[in-house]
């Protein structure tokens, strides 16, 4: 689990009481409490197939469905307060139309059906970035830019890998249409970690891509074959200096040694440019790393291409000290439509590692009222943030609820 701060490793005594009482008791015995964390893998005692969910499906139980909504406030909190503004596109379009706005990403991802009202082949959203594309190019086209906009909302893909067995995700992001320049590519990381911050995260690090390098050089100093463009993508991705050999791209084994650390990385790529005409792209990334460097750490991967299937100049992903995978990425692209072609740049979180970590939910403070209690001062505690749970019976427990403390007259007690 990443490191939380103080004030929300404090008292979780109600919070990991809650994430037990899912488990389940293989004698039929009562619940009983687990450590925190056990709560989201619960086992099914009941096989039936009506019960079973879809492979890379789940039930988000509490408390993480609580953490869930409070990690989405909190992130899209930062983003309005930069002036983000909130859009809802739905789950399901046209295939058709989700085709289109794909610009050149993996069409295999959709789960298609047929609408029985239309007839006509739908599809959900594996990726919102492309519905915020449409809404920009069309119902928002006369808005004036650049335009900020933010979304949250969740998407589904047709396959899972072992790495990410989950098929239903939730994204939360950000788009700035109308520029890809240095200044909109700059404000955008910095509101990306900001939000990030504020979530709780410590120990960021960002690292930086340039994603049409390639394309950039064999087009005009370093000229590939048609033949043999992808595969030279593929292997510098996978970093295989004799598969470059083997293809006869060997003056782009540089580009291997050109990663790690911002600094060192940039200077061996910077040496590599021998013909400068990378250099533009160098100084602004250059720029948008010294907009962040006081506050994450900072790597450079010049020849990443995986997740950057449609950005253009650069491209940058989001790593946390405590999780394996990537938290996010984003970079600068192109909104296509109707003939016409707008710059962009965003980027999406996908926060569901941040929440089963427990990262976000805030400590409930939850008080038992007995029967026959003060309603107004139960009022008064719901109005200063405690969380009341109200006796049925006397043979209700507040223990059991997963209360710290008890109602007593006026008086709060703690268990």
């Known amino acids: 689990m990443a490191d939380l701060p103080a004030a929300r490793r404090e008292n ?32 099914i005692m009941n096989t039936n197939a009506s019960t079973l969910l879809p492979e890379g499906f789940r039930d988000r139980l509490p408390p993480f469905a609580l953490a869930a909504s409070q990690v989405t406030r909190t992130l899209l909190d930062t983003l309005a307060s930069h002036g983000y503004e909130r859009v809802d596109p739905p789950l399901a379009e046209f295939e058709d139309s989700l085709r289109a706005q794909m610009n050149g990403a993996d069409s295999r991802n959709l789960l298609r059906f047929v609408d029985p009202i239309s007839q006509h082949s739908m599809a959900i959203r594996p990726d919102m ?41 939730q994204q939360i992001g950000a788009e ?51 033949s043999v463009h992808e595969d030279v993508v593929r292997e510098l991705d996978m970093k ?6 083997a293809l006869g791209a060997e003056a782009y084994l540089p580009l291997i040694e050109a990663t790690g650390p911002f600094d060192s990385a940039m200077e061996r790529l910077r040496t590599f440019d021998q013909t400068g005409i990378l250099q533009s792209r160098l100084d602004g990334m250059a720029h948008v790393a010294a907009s962040i460097d006081d506050q994450v750490q900072i790597t450079l991967d010049p020849t990443e291409r995986h997740g950057f299937e449609y950005q253009s100049w650069i491209g940058f992903t989001f790593y946390a000290r405590g999780f394996a995978h990537a938290l996010g990425r984003g970079g600068s692209y192109q909104i296509c439509g109707d003939g016409e ?57 507040g223990l059991r609820q997963g209360c710290t403390h008890w109602l007593d007259g006026a008086r709060l007690v703690a268990y």
Request: proline share 7%.
């Open 240 to 245: 295989d200096a004799g598969g470059l050999v």
């Open 341 to 397: 072609t707008e710059a962009a740049v965003g980027f999406s979180f996908y926060p569901d590692p941040l929440i089963d970590s427990g990262l976000g939910a805030a400590d409930q403070r939850r008080v038992f009222l007995p029967k026959a209690c003060d309603q107004s001062m139960a009022a008064r505690l719901r109005a200063e943030g405690w969380v009341t749970i109200a006796a049925l019976d006397d043979e209700n427990s």
């Open 176 to 226: 700035l249409i109308g520029s890809d320049s240095v200044a909109a590519v700059s404000e955008i990381v910095s509101v990306a970690v900001e939000a990030l911050r504020s979530a709780g995260l410590t120990d960021i690090t960002v690292d930086f891509t340039l994603p049409d390098l390639i394309a950039c050089l064999s087009n005009g100093p370093l000229p590939l074959p048609e």
């Open 12 to 43: 979780r005594q109600g919070f990991a009481f809650l994430a037990g009482l899912r488990i389940e008791s293989t004698s039929g015995r009562d619940n009983v409490p687990a450590p925190f964390g056990q709560g989201k893998n619960v086992a």
């Open 129 to 169: 970035t492309m519905q915020i594309g449409r809404i920009a190019m069309t119902s928002m086209a006369r808005h004036p830019r650049p335009l900020r906009l933010s979304y949250a909302g969740p998407v589904l893909r047709l396959r899972s890998t072992q790495l990410r067995p989950e098929r239903g995700r």
